[in-house]
DNA sequence: TCGCTTGTGTTAGAACTTCTAACAAGAGAG
DNA sequence: CTCTCTTGTTAGAAGTTCTAACACAAGCGA
């Protein structure tokens, strides 16, 4: 089965998904990665429940694309910040990478907190896509000369801010969230 | 309902839930906060199913506990750590806390990365919890004059490259965690 | 135009899950 | 001994993922 021959089908096809994918990202948005459901997905999609099956080998499949989808869109809007960026382009970096975390809590946390049981970071996919971010950061800190050191440490700094704001580690002990991320920031610059 | 006055009764039933607590935690160990089911661990400790709910009003709150749990074991961890330290504290502190995170990874997310749909960072017990976290952390770094944005600032940085290392986000591009996580030390110590 | 293949939808249902309701039976207090 | 409180049971509702079997429509070849 699915030879697949026919463009318009594999247009189609390419639709759907993307429409399942659109419904998934909104039961993400509120309830985070554990409220999608692929019955609801259908059922608000106005067909039933295992039509989708046809789509989507099965959950985790969709989940996956959804932890690829969003690495996509994370490193796009890290690169078009830090090229339109005039001022210093780590601050331009580290401004964009907050930014898409706060907007998009839920998506944010997908790619660095994977929920999927069976979850492999090393899937070729997911490697790729992380690399795409790995290059936004690479070409702001500079070509590598130890070995992806300097520029894993950065990213480790600016990740870790804003982990702990997503958790809620700074509100429920009263601290100014974005007073630190500045903080954490300005060091990052002046350390480099 | 529920008066409990007999301390017999009581005790009985700290140590079922300690037991439910406990095949949680198996559960948890393989396969992560979504593998844990309450009917699997009735099954596993011999009683049928819905049992479990005289003991806990839903999973919810068993995960919950699970998380308060971890906290303080987390703390208790760091604690001992740090006290029976002959060297450089900070980094007692450091080696610690990646000890912990990489020993129980599915119970360190549970801090940082809670899994639970309506999780509330802000409830009682669970600030509480934190904070001793906090107490030691502050207590290595001495008491703090800026509004603990130096300790935050700390904590970030150890739980960053943490939770990279744990999202396989290193290994995945062929770096030594070992190695970035040294350096991280190494400078925050430097910082200090 | 006829038929055949391919794709996509349907419903039925198995095997799970959490959790409620109703009931049975044991333990302790008076 | 009795009465109440607590804890277990089974039945079942409502939900989930996912498979199997079936129906139907579209497009292509003869």
Excluded: C
Aim: charged share 25%; aromatic share 8%.
């Amino acid at each position: 089965m699915a030879i697949r021959q026919s463009p318009m089908r594999a247009r189609f096809r390419e639709q759907v998904r993307e429409d399942v994918k659109a419904v998934a990202l909104e039961q993400l948005a509120d309830g985070g990665a554990a409220a999608i459901s692929v019955n609801a997905i259908a059922k608000q999609l106005g067909v039933s429940g295992p039509a989708l099956y046809r789509y989507f080998a099965n959950r985790d499949e969709l989940l996956g694309e959804l932890v690829v989808d969003a690495y996509h869109d994370f490193a796009a809007a890290l690169a078009t910040e830090v090229e339109g960026s005039r001022g210093n382009r780590l601050r331009a970096l580290a401004t964009a990478w907050r930014g898409f975390a706060l907007a998009e809590p839920h998506r944010y946390r997908l790619l660095f907190a994977p929920p999927l049981p069976g979850y492999d970071a090393h899937s070729e996919p997911l490697v790729a896509a992380s690399r795409r971010v790995m290059d936004v950061a690479t070409d702001v800190f500079g070509p590598s000369d130890d070995g992806g050191t300097r520029v894993l440490s950065a990213w480790a700094r600016i990740h870790g801010v804003i982990s702990l704001e997503l958790g809620g580690n700074f509100t429920s002990m009263g601290v100014d969230a974005d007073g630190v991320f500045r903080h954490e920031i300005e060091a990052l610059v002046h350390d480099l």
